[in-house]
């Protein structure tokens, strides 16, 4: 019986030491909130690393507070080769989910895909302590043409 409660404390005490992260990301009830803003293309990963703006072009969306986990998404895109999904879009309606690692939206989905695969989508990192707004989003869409899949590219908040 000794024996069975020494292995039975040593297991409890293993199973208690985890590896857990010193900082942990701090979500907002009001992700619409937090999110809020207008976020510039800065580096492209396009195969290689490229800053924005390339030929003289950049991308940048703004996003815009409906209710706490919705938001409008407006992305200003001018052509740029496989750099921009070339077109600028208003989403009006864009549902906010919130993860630990951050915020997701779904812009479009690709109905000829199996499953409506994800077209484009933004995902924009949760604030760590002490921060309280992200300023760090990526953005992945598909070009115009382009067959060897999405491309990403990352933005900073501006405002």
Not at 47 to 60: C, E, M, Q
Not at 77 to 96: E, H, I, L, Q
Request: aromatic share 8%.
């Amino acid at each position: 019986m000794k024996k069975q409660l020494i292995i039975l404390g040593l297991t409890a005490c293993v199973a208690c030491q985890h590896d857990a992260p010193s900082v942990q990301p701090v979500l907002a009830p009001d992700a619409a909130k937090v999110i809020a803003g207008t976020y510039t293309a800065t580096i492209a990963r396009i195969p290689d690393v490229k800053s924005y703006p390339i030929n003289g072009k950049t991308i940048t969306f703004q996003i815009e507070r409906i209710a706490p986990d919705t938001v409008r998404v407006n992305v200003q895109a001018p052509a740029n080769g496989f750099y921009s999904p070339a077109r600028d879009t208003t989403y009006n309606k864009v549902y906010v989910l919130t993860k630990p690692q951050g915020y997701y939206l779904t812009l479009e989905t690709d109905k000829t895909q199996p499953n409506n695969q994800l077209g484009s989508e933004l995902v924009i990192t949760s604030p760590l302590a002490p921060d309280t707004s992200p300023n760090w989003a990526s953005y992945v869409f598909l070009p115009p043409g382009y067959k060897l899949g999405r491309v990403s590219a990352e933005f900073t908040k501006v405002k």
